[in-house]
């Protein structure tokens, strides 16, 4: 069974990290890119990173540029977000996805 599975959200205050992690299972991760998104409430879904599978390179919106890391452990089969700076505005439920499968989403909370 192909599945996605975020973990590691949580409250954390305005400049604080988190670091979000997506296991993979039924497939092999770094066959494909996986992207990280977001959703905040009242507001549409939003790329916020992804990491090609042939050579690893990356994107990173604008908003998050510098302050997010993607990375992946293909012994693992995990996607990771290393989320540093928070900012209220970054809180949001984020799911990671590849074109086969999406996640169920872990709730990030950025408040004092």
């Known amino acids: 069974q192909v599945q996605l599975v975020e973990s590691g959200g949580g409250l954390v205050q305005p400049g604080g990290s988190l670091r979000l992690s997506c296991a993979a299972s039924g497939f092999t991760l770094d066959y494909y890119a996986i992207a990280w998104f977001r959703q905040a409430p009242g507001k549409e879904r939003e790329g916020v990173s992804c990491i090609s599978s042939s050579d690893g390179s990356t994107y990173y919106a604008d908003s998050v540029k510098g302050r997010f890391t993607i990375s992946r452990d293909n012994a693992k089969n995990t996607l990771y977000l290393q989320m540093n700076s928070l900012k209220p505005e970054d809180a949001a439920v984020y799911y990671c996805?590849?074109?086969?499968?999406w996640g169920q989403g872990t709730q990030a909370t950025v408040s004092s």
């Open positions: 996805a590849t074109i086969i499968s």
